[in-house]
């Protein structure tokens, strides 16, 4: 996601802040922007890459030893220079770059816009940079002083750095929910979001925690307070990670990276959507179409790959939950094969990049015969998300790995929302079933914390079966495609050989490949059709075959039968894809690097399919 770098010292902050930013490249975003503070704050942002606002202040002044940048991936408005960071308040004396999302900020520019104050972006950190501004002229309180009592008028998460002219010795940064990382060099500061463009200056930094405001000052101590104004003593650690590590978090891999980062892009994608005190869920950016949605007699959902496994995952909540028939297609297929859809058909369109070429031409066929068209993309102000009416966006960060991951359980998490919330409207589910559900989304990141936390047997189960050249994945009822998904992730980064089916369809083909050399991999919760599940997995051991089994916590009956069993926590039914999805990422990301495969960039795959 996006990227902050911010200097005060005594050297030239300009080269510091720009090789800051490339080494954060690695995030992902759409724009850079940076301000430099030498009497007044000069500002320079542009669209694309950070070579681009290199070139772009390559003749320009930027002299100055104190200094602000960032790389925007963004989340309120499409990515341009506008929108880019850093953001100026009325006065032109603050400067501010931020990540994260500021949940009221409507609310709040409403309250300035009513007090004269004027909007150049479309960003949330437009608001808070004037709402600073406003508190420190209104209450005349000094510059820190202001910041602290507009954090405790935000909702959501951010992390800040803010230059100001009236202040040329001293940055402020704070944080919730988003991490800082500080660099104490010799009288000197630097700031950034993980250590990466800090680690060449200094060994010795101290992570900002949750509700803490630094005042960094050339020169002197610096001071740490919280949001409720209490000093606190920092805590300075000496890093003992190596550039190459730091980009990857400390992982080897970029994969493995988002497979570890899902609890927070789930809780990102559920962020002001899911209300377990109001019982509510809304989803902002489809609210003018939610009546369209139920007038229509039928959803399409068009999808490629993982993200066309999402989908199916939606047939069945949609069905299931809010009783509105779906169908799930191929968008390559759909997009040839003259489909029936009328006017004031819904389809909703799923992508993670939200460039898939076959997606978007989908999405323009079925535009033409009348249908509205919601989208379910990760990359804001991708195409796919341009060319729809309406859309929710996933909110799972940026994903570098070619394979899937993060994005494939926030496409889940929306499109469980989605499904809630017409159910809501439509009063298709109970309040009691309706409210158990609700508590039981918010309750899913801690769970997938908890399936995250295998302790090597994931690992243990590819050591054994690295060398083998077929795979089976066997799901029933909302695991099915969760089995589709976990032979996808095997067979895209492993190049082993792996196939998904309907565990009862087996004995219609596939049981003919069983013998001791085959493994097969069931997904079989104590949920819906168990007992169904488990005479399928004594079909497959009757056989020989090896069984990997993903089971509920405490479970008894297919402990006694599979060869290896991975146990999941409790929760519905409609969620446990999101919950079994993750094991069978890691043992594809195990054996794939056990057999030596390139993980982050597969052969012949590329992140974005922007070709037929
Ligand atoms: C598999 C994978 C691909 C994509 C597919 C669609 O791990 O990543 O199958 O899901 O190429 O891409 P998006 O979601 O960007 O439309």
Same mark, same amino acid.
């Given at each position: 996601?996006?990227?902050i770098?911010a200097?005060?010292?005594?050297?030239?902050?300009q080269?510091i802040?720009?090789?800051?930013?490339?080494r954060l490249?690695?995030?992902?975003?759409?724009?850079?922007?940076?301000?430099?503070l030498?009497?007044s704050?000069?500002?320079?942002?542009?669209k694309?890459?950070v070579s681009?606002?290199?070139?772009?202040?390559?003749?320009?002044?930027?002299?100055?030893?104190?200094?602000?940048?960032?790389?925007?991936?963004a989340?309120?408005?499409?990515?341009?220079?506008?929108?880019?960071?850093?953001?100026?308040s009325?006065?032109?004396s603050?400067?501010?770059?931020h990540?994260?999302?500021i949940?009221?900020?409507?609310?709040?520019?409403?309250e300035?816009?009513?007090?004269?104050?004027q909007?150049?972006?479309?960003?949330?950190?437009?608001?808070?940079?004037?709402?600073?501004e406003?508190?420190?002229?209104?209450?005349n309180?000094?510059l820190?002083?202001?910041?602290r009592?507009?954090?405790?008028?935000?909702?959501g998460?951010?992390?800040?750095a803010?230059?100001s002219?009236e202040?040329?010795?001293?940055?402020?940064?704070?944080?919730?929910?988003?991490?800082?990382v500080?660099?104490?060099g010799?009288?000197?500061?630097?700031?950034?979001?993980d250590?990466?463009?800090?680690?060449?200056?200094t060994?010795?930094?101290?992570?900002?925690?949750?509700e803490e405001?630094?005042v960094l000052t050339?020169?002197?101590?610096?001071?740490?307070k919280?949001?409720?104004?209490?000093?606190?003593?920092?805590?300075?650690e000496e890093?003992?990670?190596?550039?190459?590590?730091?980009e990857?978090?400390?992982?080897?891999?970029?994969?493995?990276?988002?497979i570890?980062?899902?609890?927070?892009?789930?809780?990102?994608?559920?962020?002001?959507?899911?209300?377990?005190?109001?019982?509510?869920?809304?989803?902002?950016?489809i609210?003018?179409? *939610?009546?369209?949605?139920?007038?229509?007699?039928?959803?399409t959902?068009?999808?490629?790959?993982?993200?066309?496994h999402?989908?199916?995952?939606g047939?069945?909540?949609f069905e299931?939950?809010?009783?509105?028939?779906?169908?799930?297609e191929?968008?390559?297929?759909f997009?040839?094969?003259?489909?029936i859809?009328?006017?004031g058909?819904?389809?909703?369109?799923i992508?993670?990049?939200?460039?898939?070429?076959?997606?978007?031409?989908a999405?323009?066929?079925?535009k033409?015969?009348?249908?509205?068209?919601?989208?379910v993309?990760?990359?804001?102000?991708?195409?796919?998300?341009?060319?729809?009416h309406?859309g929710?966006?996933?909110?799972?960060?940026?994903?570098?790995?070619v394979?899937?991951?993060?994005?494939f359980?926030?496409?889940?998490?929306?499109l469980?929302l989605?499904?809630?919330?017409l159910?809501?409207?439509?009063?298709?589910?109970s309040?009691?079933?309706?409210?158990?559900?609700?508590?039981e989304?918010?309750?899913?990141?801690?769970?997938?914390?908890?399936?995250?936390n295998?302790?090597g047997?994931t690992?243990?189960?590819?050591?054994?079966?690295?060398?083998?050249?077929?795979?089976?994945?066997l799901?029933r009822?909302?695991?099915?495609?969760?089995?589709? *998904?976990?032979?996808?992730?095997l067979?895209?980064i492993?190049?082993i050989h792996? *196939?998904?089916?309907p565990?009862?369809?087996?004995?219609?083909?596939?049981?003919?490949?069983?013998?001791?050399?085959?493994?097969?991999?069931f997904?079989?919760?104590?949920?819906?059709i168990?007992?169904?599940?488990?005479?399928n997995?004594?079909?497959?051991?009757?056989r020989k075959?090896?069984?990997?089994?993903?089971?509920?916590?405490?479970?008894?009956?297919?402990?006694?039968?599979?060869?290896?069993?991975?146990?999941?926590?409790?929760?519905?039914e409609?969620?446990m894809?999101?919950?079994?999805?993750?094991?069978?990422?890691?043992?594809?990301?195990?054996?794939?690097v056990?057999?030596?495969?390139?993980?982050?960039?597969?052969?012949?795959?590329a992140?974005s399919?922007?070709?037929e």
């Amino acid at each position: 996601m996006c990227g902050i770098v911010a200097y005060i010292g005594y050297k030239q902050a300009q080269p510091i802040l720009i090789k800051g930013l490339q080494r954060l490249e690695y995030r992902g975003y759409d724009s850079a922007g940076i301000s430099i503070l030498n009497g007044s704050i000069k500002t320079f942002k542009t669209k694309g890459k950070v070579s681009e606002l290199e070139n772009h202040i390559k003749n320009k002044n930027t002299d100055g030893e104190a200094g602000i940048a960032h790389t925007r991936w963004a989340t309120h408005g499409v990515p341009n220079t506008k929108n880019a960071h850093p953001h100026f308040s009325k006065s032109k004396s603050l400067s501010l770059i931020h990540n994260g999302i500021i949940e009221n900020y409507a609310i709040l520019k409403e309250e300035l816009v009513k007090r004269g104050y004027q909007f150049k972006s479309d960003t949330d950190t437009e608001v808070l940079v004037n709402l600073i501004e406003d508190i420190r002229i209104n209450e005349n309180v000094l510059l820190d002083e202001a910041v602290r009592i507009a954090l405790n008028q935000v909702v959501g998460a951010y992390a800040i750095a803010i230059l100001s002219d009236e202040h040329p010795n001293t940055l402020i940064a704070a944080r919730k929910g988003s991490p800082l990382v500080i660099g104490i060099g010799e009288g000197e500061y630097f700031l950034a979001s993980d250590a990466t463009p800090i680690v060449e200056y200094t060994k010795n930094v101290v992570y900002l925690q949750d509700e803490e405001i630094a005042v960094l000052t050339r020169g002197e101590d610096f001071k740490i307070k919280t949001t409720n104004n209490k000093e606190k003593t920092p805590y300075v650690e000496e890093l003992e990670w190596n550039l190459s590590e730091l980009e990857k978090g400390g992982y080897e891999h970029f994969m493995m990276k988002e497979i570890y980062e899902q609890p927070r892009s789930i809780r990102d994608s559920m962020r002001g959507r899911l209300n377990t005190t109001t019982g509510t869920v809304s989803l902002g950016g489809i609210i003018d179409y *939610e009546q369209t949605i139920l007038a229509a007699k039928r959803i399409t959902i068009v999808a490629c790959g993982t993200s066309w496994h999402a989908g199916l995952v939606g047939e069945y909540l949609f069905e299931d939950i809010a009783r509105v028939p779906v169908e799930v297609e191929y968008a390559s297929e759909f997009r040839y094969r003259n489909p029936i859809i009328e006017e004031g058909d819904v389809v909703i369109a799923i992508s993670q990049s939200g460039e898939t070429a076959d997606t978007l031409a989908a999405i323009e066929l079925a535009k033409k015969k009348g249908a509205i068209i919601i989208g379910v993309c990760n990359v804001v102000g991708s195409s796919i998300a341009r060319a729809s009416h309406a859309g929710s966006y996933t909110h799972a960060g940026p994903e570098i790995g070619v394979a899937s991951t993060k994005a494939f359980t926030a496409q889940v998490t929306v499109l469980t929302l989605m499904a809630l919330r017409l159910a809501q409207l439509k009063g298709s589910l109970s309040r009691t079933k309706f409210m158990q559900l609700l508590m039981e989304m918010e309750a899913l990141p801690t769970k997938v914390e908890k399936v995250l936390n295998t302790n090597g047997l994931t690992e243990k189960i590819a050591k054994k079966f690295k060398d083998v050249e077929n795979f089976l994945y066997l799901g029933r009822g909302y695991n099915f495609p969760v089995a589709l *998904e976990g032979a996808l992730k095997l067979k895209e980064i492993s190049y082993i050989h792996a *196939e998904g089916y309907p565990a009862a369809e087996m004995k219609h083909g596939p049981i003919a490949l069983i013998d001791e050399n085959m493994p097969v991999v069931f997904i079989a919760p104590r949920l819906g059709i168990y007992e169904k599940v488990v005479s399928n997995i004594q079909e497959v051991k009757a056989r020989k075959g090896r069984v990997i089994a993903i089971v509920t916590e405490g479970d008894t009956m297919v402990r006694e039968i599979a060869d290896y069993v991975i146990e999941i926590p409790e929760t519905a039914e409609y969620l446990m894809p999101i919950l079994a999805s993750i094991p069978l990422q890691k043992l594809a990301y195990h054996m794939a690097v056990m057999r030596g495969c390139n993980v982050d960039m597969p052969r012949n795959l590329a992140k974005s399919v922007t070709v037929e």
